[in-house]
C-alpha cells in the first residue's frame, strides 16, 4: 500500500474487531510515536469495548518508572533494544490490565539516538500467549517512521492474533 497512513489505519480496523471478536483487551506503550498509536487505535468506532488505555514514555527515565522496565537494561543497552520493547509491551500489558500490549521504541530522528540510526524500530506485542518483537529498518522523515512504526505495531499484533486463532482446537472456545 503506497499511503503508510491508510495502512496503520486499516490495520488499527482490522486489530480492534479482531479483539473485539475474542472480547480481548488492548493497551499501548508508545515512545517514538508519542501517542500516535493510541490515536490510531481510537479512531476505530467500536473500540471502547476493547482499549484499556496507554502509556507514552518518551523520556528513559519513566520507561523505568512509569512502566516498569529495569533500569540496569536501560543503562546498559539504551532504549533503542530489542529487549526494551519487550519489557515495554510486557509492562504495559501488567498496568493497564490488559490481554494484549503494543510498545515502540526507536529512532525518528533527524539525527541518529546513542549509536542507533534513524529508522531503527522495535515493535512488541505482549499477549496470552507471550512476547514477540520485530524490528523495523524505516526511511523517510520523523512522520513517516512514526507512521511506519504505527503500522508495523497493529501487523504484528494482527498476525499474532491470526496465528492464536490458528491454534485453538476446532469447536472449542473463542
Not at 490510531?40 to 469495548?49: K, N, W
Not at 503494543?102 to 524500530?121: F, H, I
Not at 520523523?142 to 511506519?148: A, K, M
Amino acid at each position: 500500500m503506497d499511503d503508510p497512513a491508510r495502512a496503520a489505519d486499516n490495520g488499527a480496523a482490522a486489530v480492534v474487531h479482531a479483539l473485539v471478536d475474542r472480547g480481548a483487551t488492548l493497551a499501548v506503550v508508545e515512545s517514538l510515536t508519542g501517542g500516535l498509536l493510541a490515536a490510531t487505535i481510537v479512531d476505530i468506532a467500536g473500540v471502547s469495548s476493547v482499549f484499556r488505555g496507554g502509556l507514552v514514555a518518551y523520556a528513559t527515565e519513566l520507561k523505568s518508572s512509569l512502566v516498569g522496565v529495569p533500569a540496569e537494561l536501560l543503562a546498559q543497552r539504551g532504549p533503542v533494544d530489542p529487549d526494551v520493547a519487550a519489557a515495554l509491551a510486557e509492562g504495559g500489558r501488567a498496568r493497564c490490565g490488559a490481554d494484549w500490549c503494543l510498545a515502540t521504541t526507536g529512532v525518528a530522528g533527524p539525527e541518529p539516538q546513542d549509536g542507533k540510526p534513524v529508522g531503527l524500530v522495535f515493535v512488541a506485542a505482549a499477549g496470552p500467549s507471550g512476547t514477540v518483537v520485530r524490528r523495523l529498518d524505516l526511511d523517510g522523515n520523523r512522520l513517516r517512521i512514526r507512521i511506519g512504526a504505527v503500522s508495523g505495531a497493529l501487523h504484528l499484533l494482527a498476525e499474532r492474533l491470526h496465528a492464536e486463532a490458528d491454534e485453538r482446537p476446532v469447536g472449542g472456545p473463542r
